[in-house]
């Protein structure tokens, strides 16, 4: 594995770092504070491109490579990560499956308003009874002449308020996971519901809705994939996202890392500043091998990708200490901060509670062992 960066991919990331700490930094506070949908994000990530920035350029995006896609996410995610959040869904979970999964029907109808910005994606696979277990999951859709009629409902969906477009997986056929299929749904489709969710403990600021599919009716051509397909689309899709929030994870905890290093080098205690305290020093050296270590094992699920490789494995690994290293550097910076940590004059608070979705989301850190733990022993802890 290559560890430089071309000049085109430093300039990216250049472009990107110096945007989120102008614009996107300086309003997440206040976002957070007042729930408040980060606007100036979203419009910013349209009027730079990145929105498109990994659909293929003949639909009209920018056709990066997976390592620059992981640059964009980490910048996002060390400034603000409910900006991040509307990105990865938009791209790494909806965009990339129909450019995996879908007819060139497909391509053509969504990616191009999805590279300009015009439609939104979300995901829709978690529903109120089946999350870690999805291939048990109860929404219908049902064969009807040339259409399906899908029925149930879908919680905790990013974007889904928002959104123009969701992949929606839906039980077509028997149980089990075979029985899945992924359907592509316009979301002003009548009896497609948005409700959004508030008063999350972090990710504040994210679009996040709980879903009612009450007869939505699509045409047999909204099926992305073949009937049965559905969990197949959405961990393939899984694979991508847990690359994207790995990278989302280093960007967090590089933050982290930097606003308790700076906080330490001024805050004086017993007539030194504290950062001269061995105790402290070890909450951010702890840290910065964190960082590096989240950051290496991201860079090599995009140069896996990047190679035509398999990543699942890689992406796992990679996830689950990524997110884990996150949870454990905002708590770090917490504890440097002493008692400023604990309210919101300093961004460190927020950044734990924004942090510690992530062991939970795209597979729990429970899920990623398990993972992890069949691919090394060939032996499933699913049953
Ligand atoms: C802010 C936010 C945004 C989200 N965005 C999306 C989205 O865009 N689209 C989407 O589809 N979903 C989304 N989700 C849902 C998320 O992916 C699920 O919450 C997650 O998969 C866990 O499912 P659950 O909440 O039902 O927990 P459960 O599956 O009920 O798990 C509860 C606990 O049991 C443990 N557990 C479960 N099974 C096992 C096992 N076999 N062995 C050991 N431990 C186990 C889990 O690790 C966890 O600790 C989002 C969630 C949040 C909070």
Not at 103 to 124: N, Q, Y
Not at 159 to 183: C, E, K, Q, T
Not at 267 to 276: L, M, S, Y
């Amino acid at each position: 594995m290559d560890l430089s960066l071309t000049p085109e991919q430093e300039a990216t990331r250049r472009s990107v770092r110096e945007w989120v700490d102008a614009v996107i930094a300086p309003a997440a506070i206040r976002n957070d504070r007042e729930e408040r949908f980060p606007e100036e994000g979203l419009e910013g990530l349209k009027r730079d491109g990145w929105i498109g920035l990994t659909i293929p350029e003949e639909y009209g995006g920018g056709g990066a490579d997976p390592l620059t896609y992981c640059l964009v996410v980490e910048e996002l995610g060390r400034g603000d990560a409910n900006v991040r959040s509307i990105l990865s869904v938009h791209l790494g979970l909806v965009a990339g499956s129909i450019t995996r999964w879908g007819s060139e029907d497909h391509k053509r109808e969504w990616l191009p308003k999805m590279a300009a910005g015009d439609v939104l994606g979300c995901f829709c696979l978690t529903e109120p009874d089946h999350g870690s277990d999805p291939a048990g999951l109860e929404t219908t859709a049902v064969k009807e002449g040339d259409s399906y009629r899908i029925n149930g409902s879908k919680i905790f969906i990013t974007n889904g308020d928002i959104a123009g477009v969701a992949l929606v997986m839906a039980r077509s056929g028997g149980p089990g996971a075979r029985g899945v299929s992924a359907f592509l749904v316009p979301c002003d489709t009548p009896g497609f519901t948005p409700k959004p969710i508030h008063g999350k403990l972090g990710l504040r600021s994210c679009d996040t809705a709980e879903i009612a599919l009450d007869d939505v009716v699509v045409p047999a051509s909204a099926l992305l994939g073949g009937e049965g397909d559905g969990i197949k689309v959405a961990l393939s899709a899984l694979d991508d996202g847990r690359m994207s929030l790995a990278a989302s994870c280093t960007g967090l905890a590089q933050n982290a890392l930097e606003v308790m290093t700076s906080y330490a080098q001024q805050r004086e205690q017993f007539g030194r500043p504290i950062a001269a305290f061995q105790l402290v020093q070890e909450l951010i050296s702890d840290t910065a091998v964190e960082v590096e270590a989240a950051r290496l094992l991201t860079w090599r699920v995009a140069d896996l990708k990047m190679r035509g490789e398999k990543f699942t494995l890689a992406a796992s690994m990679a996830k689950y200490y990524a997110s884990e290293a996150c949870v454990r550097a905002a708590n770090a910076a917490v504890q440097v901060h002493g008692g400023y940590g604990y309210v919101d004059e300093f961004v460190v608070g927020k950044l734990l509670r924004d942090a510690r979705v992530t062991t939970l989301y795209e597979g729990t850190s429970q899920i990623q062992k398990l993972l992890i733990g069949r691919a090394v022993t060939g032996v499933s802890a699913f049953g």
